[in-house]
């Protein structure tokens, strides 16, 4: 009777700190509240500029995470988040990436912290984040 009971609580523990199934597969609309690039033609020790909010959706379909902005599609590979050591990573979160993207998506609270980056042109460096909500 009490191992049955530790194994449901077991269970329970596990799901509560996977990504839910459905969160990831419904569509979520995301708003950049703060985003900044840097210029590496910038002189040294000044701001680096903010750049336009944008406005993009989210899509999962056959394992992949479709971001779709400005009538482009972009497909990245996800995986849960797991904290590492005393990393303080969501609970319930999953990274994902595409080439020179990475997008972190807290699926507890619908916040996202996105990077672009490319060793190859050093002015397409920027950082992002924001919200979303399940459509």
Do not use: H, W
Not at 73 to 95: F, G, H, M, V
């Amino acid at each position: 009777m009490i191992a049955k009971r530790v194994a449901l609580a077991g269970a329970l523990l596990l799901l509560s700190i996977t990504p839910s199934a459905s969160q990831l597969r419904r569509p979520m609309t995301c708003t950049e509240e703060a985003s900044v690039g840097l210029d590496a033609a910038t002189p040294e020790g000044a701001k680096p500029q903010p750049q336009k909010a944008r406005t993009f959706s989210l899509v999962t379909s056959g394992g992949l995470l479709t971001v779709i902005s400005a009538g482009r599609s972009d497909y990245y590979e996800c995986q849960t988040a797991s904290p590492r050591l005393n990393e303080r990573t969501p609970r319930n979160a999953i990274k994902c990436q595409n080439g020179v993207y990475f997008l972190l998506i807290d699926l507890n609270k619908l916040n996202f912290v996105e990077a672009q980056l490319n060793p190859e042109e050093r002015n397409a460096i920027k950082v992002s984040y924001g919200s979303c909500r399940i459509l």
